[in-house]
């Protein structure tokens, strides 16, 4: 097993070790975030930093690197204060890859992939269409994370669209029968498959597998 030191990580040539970072730790939400300004210019943006924080309110964070480039989906939400977060289809991957290339402030990547915008229920912000799941959301606050001058923005969840089919009766959604992915660093999509499901862990119980039971 190879073994690196806080040392031999400094020392890497940046590429590699961002990679190395940025893939070690497993797979990732894969999310295209969906904004528009207020001059109605749209943009879309791939991340793989959503994280859940709480159900109730129902919240969610995402990363943002420092601001010190321009930075379309943080400034749209600052300006407008909605966003869309849009789970990625296996279909979309190449897509979805390219909405991280750097365009111009004034150019949308809905006009540069085959990615669909479309509206729902008069949200300001866009939904990527044929996304299997889709949220709608409102900016909440941000922390600045002081160790690397990146931001962490909460949102609140507005709107929920999923198909009834992906859905357990509990409420427990089963994200492979969606089809969708997983990042594996900056570059690499995985489709994740369920292996199983247990019941609540209770101290010397035995765990109970709960697939096909919810």
Not at 79 to 84: I, S
């Amino acid at each position: 097993m190879n073994h690196y030191t806080l040392q031999d990580l400094t020392d890497m040539p940046s590429r590699y070790r961002a990679n190395l970072m940025n893939s070690c730790t497993g797979y990732k939400p894969c999310n295209l975030l969906g904004t528009k300004g207020k001059n109605e210019k749209t943009n879309l943006a791939i991340f793989n930093s959503i994280t859940h924080i709480g159900s109730n309110p129902p919240l969610l964070s995402f990363v943002l690197r420092p601001t010190t480039v321009a930075r379309n989906t943080y400034q749209n939400i600052k300006e407008t204060g909605f966003f869309t977060i849009n789970q990625v289809h296996k279909d979309m991957i190449a897509d979805a890859h390219h909405t991280s290339a750097k365009y111009e402030d004034d150019i949308s990547e809905f006009d540069k992939t085959d990615l669909i915008s479309t509206y729902r229920n008069d949200f300001f912000a866009p939904y990527v269409d044929k996304s299997p799941i889709q949220l709608g959301c409102s900016y909440v606050n941000e922390y600045l994370i002081k160790e690397n001058n990146t931001i962490l923005v909460i949102g609140a969840v507005e709107h929920l669209y999923l198909s009834n089919e992906l859905i357990h009766p509990d409420g427990w959604v089963q994200l492979d029968k969606a089809e969708t992915v997983s990042s594996i660093g900056l570059d690499g999509y995985a489709l994740p498959e369920v292996l199983n499901r247990f019941a609540y862990a209770k101290p010397d119980q035995p765990i109970k597998s709960i697939l096909n039971q919810s």
